[in-house]
């Protein structure tokens, strides 16, 4: 039987939940990887300058990237069966990883609240132009209750109950359709050249397109921990992730050249065509399950710190939280907003890759918890920080001074490069 959040924690699934094939991590990463906000985001490569034909190719090339280490990440939480947070305790440290987690926490509010920003303006959208009726506080707190109470029902409960059975034919089917509607009704052709209003170059905006996986990456063993086996594990979630966030990306950017300074926000666009309020609605039923993650996850990552605390209770601040946030945000910071995760998390990725991979080659579950092993100085790692601070610097940087060589990859070759220099140095010694 499937327990309640509670009852799981931080500590190591048990085998009898180890139940996710590759299929079901397939169907989850997917549903997690399309989304209003993906398609704003795609609909954004043109509104900071670039074209059609480049906007498709950084929504792939991004992809390739972004995804790698959501993967390798997803395999390690599988392999050891504990939340992403517990998993950067052998490189920073016990206490060193309440850093990243605090910061995970942030984002995950952050997140949250767009996702239920988004929901709540395409929603109204939608009822206003069909009804005439407009109340965007009631779709947020709509929203919000059902999200959370996904959340108390815990991912296993999400993939088999209500993605797999329901969810995702209703979002495959809407996305079909607002693909064939754009591609069939203008000359996709002929927009492939134009060109957007500002100066991004394809290296800025591969960063912008790698954010996106690597927003996940925090949260990506708190669900991959419950896979079955390494093969359906790595497949799965690449496979999985990486179509639905090109599709998506492509979609948003095909749909903003076509009705390029028609409406104020990409998601109206879709109202205006045939079956769009209908295509709207499935892909908000789906979309659900982001701002559902966005909310267990930031319980999880809360239990890293102190683990006795109960995860009804966390999954509640959490959506209370994103509620209060979502009733008084604004667009305009969601693209700083991206970048900021991908300066601190890219930097994160490469340490916890080469620490496993690179440098220790394997864990202790043991150690992963207490003051033996993983303990360093105080419960810190000073030498992995520091490598952080270093990747992170490197990102704005690269941003700031450089942005045509992009920032995600440097910053992430960066502090792995770093941080596997030290570790072998030290273990040499």
């Not at 009726?133 to 108390?152: D, H, K, R």
């Not at 419950?226 to 492509?250: K, P, Q």
């Not at 006795?308 to 939280?321: C, G, M, P, S």
């Amino acid at each position: 039987m499937i327990k309640a959040p509670p009852e799981w924690g931080i500590e190591p699934a048990p085998d009898r939940l180890k139940i996710l094939r590759g299929l079901d991590l397939f169907v989850l990463w997917f549903s997690l990887g399309v989304g209003l906000l993906v398609y704003a985001a795609g609909a954004e490569l043109l509104e900071l300058g670039l074209s059609l034909a480049d906007s498709i190719f950084v929504s792939v090339l991004g992809s390739v990237v972004g995804v790698a280490p959501l993967a390798v990440v997803g395999l390690m939480g599988g392999r050891y069966g504990v939340p992403t947070m517990v998993l950067t305790r052998p490189a920073l440290g016990v206490r060193g990883s309440w850093i990243p987690t605090v910061l995970n926490v942030v984002q995950l509010v952050g997140w949250a609240s767009f996702e239920l920003w988004v929901m709540a303006t395409a929603l109204d959208a939608v009822v206003s132009s069909v009804f005439g009726y407009s109340n965007y506080t009631l779709w947020v707190c709509l929203f919000a209750l059902w999200c959370g109470l996904m959340a108390l029902g815990g991912p296993l409960m999400v993939v088999r109950k209500y993605l797999e059975r329901f969810a995702i034919y209703p979002l495959m089917g809407a996305a079909a359709w607002i693909t064939y509607y754009f591609c069939t009704s203008y000359d996709v052709k002929s927009l492939l050249g134009r060109l957007g209003a500002g100066g991004l170059g394809i290296l800025l905006g591969i960063d912008l397109v790698v954010a996106m996986p690597i927003s996940w990456l925090p949260l990506v063993a708190d669900y991959n921990r419950f896979a079955r086996d390494r093969r359906g594990n790595v497949l799965g979630t690449y496979l999985g992730y990486f179509s639905s966030n090109v599709w998506f990306y492509a979609m948003g950017a095909i749909c903003m050249a076509a009705t390029m300074g028609m409406f104020e926000n990409p998601v109206l666009a879709l109202t205006g065509m045939a079956f769009g309020a209908p295509s709207i609605i499935a892909i908000l039923v789906d979309e659900t399950d982001n701002c559902f993650a966005d909310i267990y996850s930031c319980a999880m990552s809360v239990k890293n710190v102190v683990p006795e605390w109960r995860t009804w209770k966390l999954v509640v601040a959490a959506t209370v939280a994103s509620t209060l946030i979502a009733l008084f945000t604004t667009p305009t910071v969601y693209v700083l907003f991206l970048y900021w995760i991908g300066s601190v998390f890219c930097p994160l990725a490469g340490i916890m890759i080469a620490d496993h991979y690179l440098v220790k080659r394997g864990y202790r579950v043991e150690w992963l918890y207490g003051r033996e092993g993983y303990w360093y100085t105080g419960g810190f790692n000073p030498a992995a920080l520091a490598c952080w601070a270093v990747g992170i610097a490197s990102y704005w940087l690269c941003y700031l001074r450089a942005p045509y060589i992009g920032s995600s990859i440097p910053s992430m070759l960066v502090s792995m490069l770093l941080y596997t220099l030290i570790g072998r140095l030290h273990t040499r010694g």
